[in-house]
């Protein structure tokens, strides 16, 4: 016959046993519920990540290589698109044209950007460059040749 002191304690061993355990199983799923969470949060952060790297990237200005060179692309103005879109070189000759305050020569852009104005070959490149913003939108450029920012 088993002592009833022992079975007593057994008993009560028993019932601590069993609160441990219905702790321990909340406690498990409080666990189970946070790591849920946590890794939805994961994939939603990383879903957003993947959403602004693809917008950087689309407003980023494009490499493509001509003839094994480099070659900067620029995009087309949208209407949310900043000017930190375009190439840094062309950032500085909007800011020529817009400082102007109004209808400018190549040859004043290319004064204000420091070029030597004297030799018009230098000058040609400019104008490409002037020209492909107006192409894109960046700018508005006249039947007479002269160049003003677009509003």
Same mark, same amino acid.
């Given at each position: 016959?088993?002592? *009833? ?5 057994? &008993? ?29 949060? $994961? =994939? ?17 200005? &494009?490499?493509?290589?001509?003839? /094994? ?5 620029? *995009?087309?103005? /949208? ?9 840094? $070189? ?19 852009? /290319? $004064?204000?950007?420091?070029?030597? #104005? ?6 040609? *490149?400019?104008?490409?460059?002037? #020209?492909?913003? &107006? ?10 040749? =002269?160049? #003003?920012?677009? *509003?």
């Amino acid at each position: 016959m088993v002592d *009833p002191e022992v079975q007593e304690r057994i &008993a009560v061993r028993r019932a601590e046993l069993d609160d441990l355990e219905e702790h321990l199983v909340k406690q498990l799923a409080e666990v189970r519920a946070e790591r849920e969470d946590l890794a939805a949060a $994961e =994939r939603v952060l990383a879903r957003m990540g993947e959403q602004v790297a693809a917008e950087r990237a689309a407003a980023a200005p &494009a490499v493509v290589q001509v003839g /094994g060179k480099g070659v900067l692309l620029i *995009p087309h103005r /949208g209407a949310e698109m900043s000017e930190t879109a375009l190439p840094s $070189e062309y950032q500085r000759i909007l800011a020529s044209v817009r400082a102007a305050g109004g209808l400018v020569m190549v040859r004043q852009v /290319g $004064e204000a950007l420091g070029l030597d #104005t004297g030799v018009r070959g230098k000058l040609e *490149p400019l104008r490409g460059k002037l #020209t492909k913003l &107006a192409d894109r939108g960046w700018l508005h450029k006249r039947p007479d040749g =002269r160049f #003003t920012v677009r *509003p």
